[in-house]
């Protein structure tokens, strides 16, 4: 297949390797336009993949079969939207991030669209991607249109295994987005690693209380024994993790809150649910966002909301 990989950080550069090794062609996207994008990946099994992949060609986007979107929640919209009058009618594009909201977002575009989450952990280690530890994608429809390309999960889990299709992908994603409402803001607040959590159960048990409710009003069958099974599950495996979010509020990066706790808060609202500790941990977050981008203009940097 010709596929087109948007956004060629951690996630990005190890889709592209693990494509091309299937035999794939493909090609990178990048913000600053550049013809060419490397690719510096140690798998899983220590072995190093360097190349050079073809970047930001028109004429390849105009002939890919795939948009894989590998961008921060918050980035995606805009690039997508920028890419979509290039790109084939009927080329699928799966979005690949954590949080919920971009398929709203992406209303007008003519794509099939389809979503998906990964428990894949790759790092950026300065000028090189490590990819921590295999995993599993879940992809699904995120249009009508895109119910019928279930052939896809098989292609990319030749690449990288494993991937799974739903077809009904909103389960999988409400509990990934339940797992990142706790452990995200609550390792920032704490500033510690994701098992260091466990100190904090009483915390997460109200976190849990108001996120199973907004789940079980949005449809989803789910309680919230299941939904702090899960959570307390995902702190375990992940207990030597840095999660995400803190390492974005340590480099000063704008974090995924708006489509983490925010996604969570804007259906609370929309069900009439009140969710204070949610609510409280997202403008923490908000609030250390807003301190570093002021701290930044003050002293004559640009925004980091490029
Ligand atoms: N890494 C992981 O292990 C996991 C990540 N995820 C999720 O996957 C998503 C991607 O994560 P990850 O790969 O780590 O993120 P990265 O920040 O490493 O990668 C995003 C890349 O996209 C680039 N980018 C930003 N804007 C654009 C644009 N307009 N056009 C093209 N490229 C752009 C960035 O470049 P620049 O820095 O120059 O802006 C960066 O290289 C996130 O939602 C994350 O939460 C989920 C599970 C695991
Ligand atoms: C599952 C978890 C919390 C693992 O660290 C994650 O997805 C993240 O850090 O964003």
């Not at 939207?81 to 979005?95: G, M, R, S, V, W």
């Not at 993790?241 to 808060?265: K, P, W």
Request: aromatic share 4%; charged share 20%; proline share 4%.
């Amino acid at each position: 297949m010709k596929i087109t990989v948007l956004g060629c950080g951690a996630l990005g550069q190890i889709w592209l390797s693990a494509l091309d090794d299937q035999g794939h062609e493909v090609q990178g996207w990048l913000r600053v336009p550049q013809p060419w994008c490397s690719v510096n990946v140690v798998g899983v099994d220590g072995e190093t993949v360097n190349k050079m992949f073809i970047a930001n060609d028109p004429l390849f986007l105009a002939e890919s079969e795939l948009l894989l979107v590998t961008l921060k929640a918050w980035q995606v919209s805009e690039a997508v939207k920028n890419l979509q009058a290039l790109l084939p009618e009927h080329c699928p594009i799966l979005l690949l991030h954590n949080g919920m909201g971009t398929l709203d977002e992406l209303k007008g575009v003519k794509q099939p669209l389809l979503q998906g989450i990964t428990t894949h952990a790759a790092k950026r280690d300065g000028t090189v991607i490590v990819h921590v530890a295999n995993g599993i994608t879940h992809i699904g429809p995120g249009t009508p249109d895109s119910a019928a390309l279930s052939s896809l999960a098989e292609t990319l889990h030749h690449a990288l295994p494993d991937v799974a299709w739903h077809d009904h992908l909103a389960s999988a994603s409400w509990q990934k987005l339940a797992v990142n409402c706790v452990i995200n803001p609550l390792t920032v607040e704490h500033d510690c690693r994701n098992g260091d959590l466990l100190e904090h159960r009483s915390q997460i048990s109200v976190l849990c209380e108001e996120i199973a409710l907004v789940m079980e009003r949005e449809g989803q069958h789910t309680s919230f024994d299941s939904v702090m099974n899960y959570v307390l599950a995902v702190i375990e495996s992940t207990a030597e993790n840095s999660s995400s979010m803190r390492q974005d509020i340590h480099a000063q990066r704008r974090t995924e809150i708006e489509y983490i706790t925010g996604y969570l808060l804007r259906r609370a609202r929309a069900q009439g649910i009140v969710t204070p500790e949610n609510s409280r941990l997202y403008e923490l977050v908000k609030r250390k966002e807003q301190n570093y981008e002021r701290e930044r203009i003050g002293v004559g940097l640009p925004g980091t909301w490029h």
